[in-house]
Each structure stands twice: as structure tokens, then as C-alpha cells.
């Protein structure tokens, strides 16, 4: 059994610098790192694979910087990597990104168990898992918190949904996603970290594909209207009379009574 | 156009937010159907007017799931062919919502909190890059144009002058790959993203006692409580309420800020927020330059002025 894990590699948007004046990321000073539930997700990952006695390889797609994540995942104890890197790829939207990786995950035999984090720090959609299941034909597992077992053709997980802890069967192959905290917090050693940057990652690009099949944000079915600052106004409205009537005033816009 | 909503359930007040906001945008000539998975035959209509048809799934099975909201959403799909299907971004309608778009090969914009028609198209508004700024996004050529919507975003509206037909129930047959083999409630785990008011409590709150008075109030006004770093780092309260760049970014609708001072770390966590109202004693405090509105004073009378008639727990 071979188990697969997408990992992205995502701008530091928590940390990075911001115009003062607009609130704009300064993007030209921003780093970039690991997606942070994707470390949940290989936690989740290394659990199954060492239940199954499961092979485990790792995919990403991005720029150069992304090969950072496949690092990461080598170091956590994943056995092989794929990086799509091409710019054809770039701007692809949820839809696109999850078609691009569907046809990356092929290469060298398809896992029977797919595991992505639960949403990307910067996008933030959370989508990408449920459209990748239909693109493979595989089943779908939202939101694992443990592993049960593996019975013939079908996985045992439990699952946390809106509030709601289910136990459900699942016909394999299937993908999955982990929900953030489950699984044990096992750490890479210094020297796992240093071997990881020796091992080497298999780089996909567009050629390596159908030549009709298309990629990017061209291919992709959402496209961007605009994008644009929310409106802040910077000369607040103050607020005078007794103290009685402010408290008032406002509890009428805490209560949604008045805007 | 025709706009497809999915029911979670019989008494789903998201699916009334997302058919009001769609009503709103879309005027009378909008044909709105909700799509609706389950266990027995409806015993009673639930609530009327806003749908023109409501298309009711009965699934055989032991437990209502996600497979079979999928079934009934396709089935829908497939059929009538709208032009729009709305989903809310629950755990279980953006999980149908992401197979959804693959299954139809079409785009998906998540959580959205706005939305609009332009040019018989949908424009989807969200937030994006942690809030910081909005995106106009649309479905351009592929249909139908799907998307997610944020719980409690959008107002329940006026019931629309038009009846509601329920259709004869269609069976969905039980999907074997797929089990539902128990089902329990979680623990309660907190989301302040979730929160859509939310009162922030700054420096000034440097007492345990002080903060218990900032929950008693939120309690009073049914929102959420959260504080900035200081009272974090202070032991008084958890991580998961921390409120700026280190901590959590939000987009509530309202935010009372309390004795904050409004450090550009703070104000990062605040920057989807749509009305800011900001009380501190310090005039010149840089939160009055975030805020759209402004009071200049101490924020513990102010409390006792909301607090009047309420006990100290603020259980009345």
C-alpha cells in the first residue's frame, strides 16, 4: 500500500511585514513556509503508514520555494517527493490546483490513500481534498481525528464533523483529510533535517503531460473581478452625550438593532 | 436564473440567510429551489415563501450523511440545471460543495460574505489573504457557479410574495461505500473565526476580576469574547482568544474594543472587521484611528451602564 500527501508551501502572511498606511502585505518581503495543517497532515500520514506497513511519498505543487515543503515532509520520516514546478501551473484557482495534483499523483502508481492537510494557511478554502477524491475517483473522508483499521478494501476512521464525532467505513482508495491535533506530535531530529536536503525530488512539469491538457489561472473555471482594500475610515465618529446614551447607542449595534 | 440552495435540515436558518441574500440581489423573477436529503417524508411544509420549489430526497439508510447530500445535489444538478447552487460553509456543505464542483467541472469560491449579480453572473465576495483584502471573484464560462457562504452573515428577510411547491420525494439508494457506523456530539471546541461580534478586551483588562466582567458582557450581548497579547501573556487568558498578527485573524461584522490600545499587531487581526467601536480613556490612543466609532472613557462604567439589571454573572 502506498499512501500519498499534498503539501504546500504558503506566504508567512502572519508574520509579514504590512504598509502601515493600507494594511497591504509588502509581498516582495515575504517568506514563505511549510503550510502550518499540513504538519498535521503527515502526523496523520506516518500514523496510517505505520499501522499498514504503507510506502509514503509526498507532493507539492508551487515554485522553487516550494520544494521547502517536500523537505519537510522528508524530514518528518515521508520516503519520496514529487514537485510540479512550471510556470504554466501558476495562478490556478481550487479546481485547477486539484487537477494539476491529480495527474501528479499518478506518477509512479497512485496511492490508495490520499492525506491533505485541512485548509491552506493562505487560501484558506479548505476545498482542495473534496475535489481531488472525484478527480481520482476515490472516495472522500473529511476531517479524520484517528485511524480504527483496515479491513480488506475498507478504512476505518473516526471523523470530526460540525460538531459531530462519526466512526465511518470507507471503501478504499479513498482521500482524506486530518483534522489539526489528532495525531501524536513527533518531531524531525537535527540530523533528519540535514539528510532531508540531500534527498532527491522528482520534478514534474507541464511537458511531462498530455500537450492538451491546459493549466493555470487561464484553465481555471473561477476567475478574479478585483481585488481591493477594505474600506477603513480613518476619522471615527465620536461619540458624545451621557454616558447612559452612549451605552445605549451602542448596544443597538451590538445587538445588530441599528448599523 | 435559476439558484439551487441545499437544506441541511428541515429548520435550516443558513439556507433562509443564503435565499433572502439571493432574493435581495436577484429580484422577483429569480427562481429559487432548495434541495433537501431525508430520513422520512416531510410531516409539515417548513417555512414558506421563500423557495419557488423545495426538491426532497428520501435516502434509504440508517443515518443522513454527506454521501447522500451529494447524491441529491447532483440528482438536482443534473436535472434542472441552475445556474447558481449555494451551499453554507458548514464542515458537511463544503465537503458536498468541493465534490460538487469536481463532479461538474466548475469553479468554487469558499466563505463567501458577499455576494452580487453583474452581468447575469454571480460575483462571489470574500476575503482574502487573512482578511486583509476582498475579492471579487466569478464563474465566468462554467456552470453552475457554486459557492460556500459564511454562517450569519447575511439577515432572514422579508417572506417573498410567491408560494412554495414541494415536489414528490425521489429515493436515493444507500451508497455502500460510504458508512455512517456511529455518530456522537463532540466536545464544544471554540472558534472565535466564527464569531461575527466580537467584544476585544486590551491592557486595560490586567485582573481576572476584569476579564469575568468582559465575559459577563459578552454573555449580556451574545457575542464573542477575545483579548490582545497582553492579557495572554499575562495567564488570564488562552491562546485561542488571542485577537492580531501573532495571534487570530478575524473578520467579524462588529468589534467593541475595550481599553485597547490598538498596536499595529492588534489592529492586523481586526482588519476584515466591518464596524469598529472603540472606548479607551486615552484620547490621542491610536485604536480611534481604526475605529469608525469613538468614545473617550473609561469602558468599566461603561459596562456597568450595559450591565444595569443583570446580576454580576450575567444570568438574568
Redesign the interface.
Known sequence: MKIGVCVKQVPM???AP?D?ET???LRELVGSEPNPSDVHALWGALALAEMQKARTMAITMGPKQAKASIRQAFSFGIEEGIHMMDPAFAGA???MT?KTLSLGLGHGGLPEVVICGKES??G????????????LGY?????VTKWLKIEGDFL?AES????????????MPVVCTIYPESFEKKYPSFRAVMDAKKRPISVLTAKDFSPHQSFGYGA???????????K???K????TGT??E??LF??Q????EA? | MRVGILWLHEKDELALQMASKMREIGGEDLILEGVLPLLRPLTKTPEEGFFHHLYPYLCQGEKL??MYFKAAVWDYIETHRPDVFLFSA???G??????T???F???????CTGLGI?DEKL??IR????????????????RPQLA?IRPNIF?IGEKAAFSMRVHEPKILKED???????????E??FDLKEAN?IILAGGAVDKAEKLDKIKALAQH???SWAVTRKPVQMGLAPYERQVG??GQ?LSP??A?LLGVSGT?QTM?GL??A??I??VNQDEQAPV??????????DCF??IA??MKGENENGEN
Do not use: C
Not at chain 2, 463544503?94 to 465534490?99: C, K, L, Q
Open positions: 502572511v502572519r508574520e504590512r502601515l494594511g497591504s502585505i484557482d481550487v479546481w486539484a494557511a493562505d484558506d478554502t479548505g476545498q482542495l481534498a473534496g475535489e481531488l477524491s472525484q478527480m472516495g472522500f473522508l473529511p476531517h476505518y470530526k464533523m460540525d460538531g459531530q464525532v462519526l466512526q465511518i467505513k470507507v471503501k481555471s473555471p473561477t476567475q478574479i473581478l478585483k481585488i481591493y482594500e477594505p477603513r475610515e480613518r471615527a465618529h465620536l461619540l454616558q447612559e452612549q451605552a451602542v448596544a449595534i451590538m445587538r445588530g448599523k | 450523511h454527506l458548514t464542515d458537511l463544503r465537503s458536498v460543495a468541493a465534490m464542483a469536481a463532479r467541472e466548475t469553479g468554487l469560491t469558499a466563505d453583474q460575483v462571489q476575503p482574502a489573504y487573512g482578511g486583509n483584502v476582498y475579492a471579487e471573484i466569478i464563474t465566468p464560462h462554467t460556500t439577515k455502500l461505500s460510504f458508512q455512517v457506523l456511529s455518530q456522537e456530539r463532540a464544544k471546541v461580534v450581548f451574545g457575542a498578527v501573532s485573524i461584522q462588529v467593541l499595529t492586523t482588519f476584515g466591518q464596524k467601536i472603540a480611534f484611528e481604526y475605529a469608525h466609532i469613538k468614545i473617550v472613557g462604567e461603561l451602564q450595559w
